[in-house]
């Protein structure tokens, strides 16, 4: 049974703060930090997550696509992975964003624009559990700073951004000004993955369990490869059990090393 309702809570939660602020900017990034700030750290969330992810894949979507997006008051919420190491180039958004750590840590970087050229004017840590916000002309960028993957959720606003970059940025709302190339690496199926399983180890084993099988048995073979490894640490009866099923639709090559693998385990 797939349960999303903590992602219809936080939709409602949201697109609330966002009907009574009626247009400031300040004020709903104030209201809305505190709810992505709770939601990261929350069983339910982290899980309905994985949930929504793994219904994507079920229907062949490897898109990472928003885990809500709400047209009417204008604002998706996304999850990006971060694999170790991994920054992007300095921008500006030309609406507000809200922006927590699911898993891992990040830098942000606020830099100021003089004359063209750009300088560094602070950086900020954050963990897991931990949210800011970001309201024009705020030009910044983001550093995974983990030894691992990281993984971020953003709330974007602003209309849905059809013109530009529409093929490479299906989910972009408002207009984001790049200072130098945009994004250089973008990050694949795997590395959502990685991130998901780095935030759903933060959650109680038995509650990470069943979505973590639902991982196992969906998307591409690399990623519940990675999966099936995760659960292998909560539970290696059900991780032998899950590599089985994924040896069935495996070429027979590759199928017999993974049954190798298990029956040696
Ligand atoms: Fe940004």
Known sequence: MTDLHALLRIRHHIGSVIERATGDSTVICDQVRPI?????????????????????????????????DDEEREFSIRLIPWP????????????????????????????????????LQRAILAQRGEAGAIVPPCIHRVVNENDGPSLSLHVFSGKRALQAHAERRPYQRGQTVWYGAPDSQKPTVLDLVYGLLSTLSQIEPAMAIPPLRRLCRRGPA???????????????????????????????????ALRNVVSGL
Not at 59 to 68: C, E, G, L
Not at 246 to 252: F, P, Q, R
């Open 36 to 68: 992505v700030r709770d939601a990261v750290i929350d069983q339910d969330f982290v899980i309905a997550c994985v949930e929504h992810t793994a219904l994507a894949f079920e229907r062949q979507d490897f898109s990472n696509p928003p885990i809500v």
């Open 84 to 119: 170790k190491s991994v920054s992007n180039h300095p921008h500006r958004h030309d609406h507000w964003t809200v922006t927590a750590v699911m898993a891992g840590r990040l830098r942000f970087e606020i830099y100021e624009e003089r004359s063209g050229n750009l300088s």
């Open 222 to 256: 690399n990623c519940r490869m990675a999966a099936i490894k995760a659960l292998a640490l909560l539970d290696l009866g059900a991780a032998k059990d899950e590599a089985m099923n994924l040896a069935n639709v495996l070429d027979d090559q590759n199928a017999l």
